[in-house]
């Protein structure tokens, strides 16, 4: 018996319903493919048939808080609950608001990219990451008994945690560690065949390094496995991986994206289709990873975003062209007064020329649908970096302690200035010698510049640095 004919006319009548509505959201993506990027992010799938038929005419995408959907009759609930149909029937795996986030997400990191990209939004950067990477490290019939993977070191420091203690210490999963994600002969040293898949961070938290994204993927797709990358400190604004040969890109949506800073996510981002040579009989392992997820292993462990989160994010990312730009800006500003100032001996920022991922940044790092008049999109590195202050660590404590309007804390990527010492806070937990290997060292502070007038920003640093 054929699928269709198993199901009774009152299920069948569901389908086709369905089936209209497909249609419409079919063309309604197909509409919004071709706009502009800040388009994109204003409106994304949300479109003026589905707020007028759908939503009461609500200009805003409606936060749905409800748990779930309930149904018209039995045929409904069960074409539903065997996905016949387009459903949220349960708050854990699929909301409507948080539905508009993820084709937000979807478009913008798959925009002029050449490539159909599906997404997934969870309630952390964490909980994204572990979702990924979690999926090639399983068990296969005749596998290996030990598998790898091969990550950067310099990557941000729970991230860290979690491949060194949650993947290496606790289940025995060989994490090979590459201590220059620049060096693509490092990375080649390390792959074997019984390598799941390569990851990266570019640009990495907080040590900015970058890596050559399209070699890292030619490399890793050589072996028939993915390229995870996260580019949370870049932005889809700054840089979209996909356009590279990246598989899956992970976001953790608490830092700039979300930039007001009033709540937290994941994305989990991903190409049509992936590369993997891991052995999955569902369809949309291969095809629609980021789907795959939702249905599957996302629903079965929980890590669901709240809508409420979802929207706040959803809310912050129209706008996340014209910021990143404009934090961008202030950043470039604040870096180059504390390169002469003479109590800082470093200053690391994407942007400055003799920094050693410069060349790699400038390579990948543009400013979307931007032109600076010959034809070329601008240069624009975001809006994190870090300075050492000269003398012993209780010399940048000080300094630290000194200021009057950037925040201390160990939260990055706001609309409002904050700076941290990574070794005392972010990084606490690694360990000093895996803070060396990182170049980590206590006389760091990391600064991620607001929107607040730089030159409010420089007085307040120059203050503080010149009480030393
Ligand atoms: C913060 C961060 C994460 C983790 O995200 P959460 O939302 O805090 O779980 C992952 N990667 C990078 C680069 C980050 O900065």
Known sequence: ????????????????????????????????????????????????????????????????????????????LEAALSYLIPTWCYSRFANPTTYYLEWALALLEGYQTGCDTSCL????????????????????TNGPEKI????????????????SVRKMQERGIEVRWVHHPEDLEEWESKIDENTRF?????????????????????LAHSWDIPFIIDSTCA????????????DIVIHSLTKSITASGLAMGGALVSRKPIVTKIKNDHPLFKESFAEYVKFLPFRDTGPAASPTNALFALNDLRTLRSRMD???????????????????????YLGQESFLYHPLAKKYMKLVDSDDGKGHEINRYGHLFSFRVDGPPQNARK???????????????????????????????????????????????RLCVGAEDPDDIIADLDQSLNSL
Do not use: W
């Not at 509409?31 to 409106?43: G, P, S, Y």
């Not at 932005?235 to 990246?246: E, S, V, W």
């Open 1 to 76: 018996m054929s699928d269709e004919q198993k199901y009774s006319p009152g299920v069948k009548k569901y389908i086709k319903e369905a089936e209209k509505f497909l249609d419409q959201k079919k063309k309604a993506l197909e509409r919004t493919k071709n706009f502009k990027f800040d388009t994109i992010a204003v409106h994304g799938l949300y479109t003026v048939e589905e707020a007028l038929n759908l939503n009461q005419g609500a200009v805003i995408e409606p936060l749905y808080l409800s748990t779930a959907q309930a149904y018209r009759d039995s045929d409904e």
């Open 121 to 140: 939004v969870t309630a952390s950067g964490m909980s994204a990451l572990m979702l990924a990477v979690d999926c090639f490290l399983v068990k296969q």
């Open 148 to 163: 790898n993977f091969v990550s950067s070191i310099q990557i941000y420091g729970g991230t860290f945690q979690h491949f």
């Open 198 to 218: 390569l990851f990266s961070e570019a640009p990495s938290n907080p040590q900015l390094s970058f890596c050559d994204v399209k070699a890292l993927a030619d």
């Open 235 to 246: 932005t889809p604004a700054l840089m979209r991986p996909f356009a590279y040969g990246a």
């Open 326 to 348: 404009l934090l961008s800006q202030n950043s470039e500003k604040v870096a180059g007064f504390l390169e002469q100032h003479p109590r800082v001996y470093q200053v690391d």
């Open 399 to 445: 300094v630290f302690d000194g200021f009057n309007l950037i925040m201390r804390a160990g939260d990055l990527g706001r609309i409002k200035s904050i700076a941290t010492i990574p070794a005392i806070s972010t990084h606490l937990q690694q360990g000093e010698e895996a803070r060396a290997n990182a170049d980590v060292p206590p006389q760091m502070i």
